[in-house]
Nanobody, 123 residues
Framework: QVQLLESGGGLVQAGGSLRVSCAASGLPWNNYAVGWFRQAPGKEREFVSAISWSGTGTYYADSVKGRFTISRDNAENTVYLQMNSLKPEDTAVYYC????????????????WGQGTQVTVSP
């Protein structure tokens, strides 16, 4: 059974940092690209960042570029999203998702999803 489990969300002041994690089980993690998406209240879920199966390729939404960093530790079956210089508009539920082989930006391309972790940034 495939499981993706996000953790590390919480409440932080604007300008602060958080690191969210996505731990996987039940699939050959080394073969899967991972994406982070987020959904704010009343808004559609949107792409945040993605990382290739090897970790050598990454991509970021313009809104987080230069502030967020995605990385992975395949030995630990975990992908991380380091979020710095957080803004109130980063407040959302953050979801990780996995797909076999190449990374993609669209949600529909991902096969497995976690349950999400809440990130709240206060002004």
């Amino acid at each position: 059974q495939v499981q993706l489990l996000e953790s590390g969300g919480g409440l932080v002041q604007a300008g602060g940092s958080l690191r969210v994690s996505c731990a996987a089980s039940g699939l050959p993690w080394n073969n899967y690209a991972v994406g982070w998406f987020r959904q704010a209240p009343g808004k559609e879920r949107e792409f945040v960042s993605a990382i290739s199966w090897s970790g050598t390729g990454t991509y970021y939404a313009d809104s987080v570029k230069g502030r967020f960093t995605i990385s992975r530790d395949n030995a630990e079956n975990t992908v991380y999203l380091q979020m710095n210089s957080l803004k109130p508009e980063d407040t959302a539920v953050y979801y990780c998702a996995a797909r076999y082989n190449n990374m993609r930006l669209n949600m529909g391309a991902y096969d497995y999803w976690g349950q999400g972790t809440q990130v709240t940034v206060s002004p």
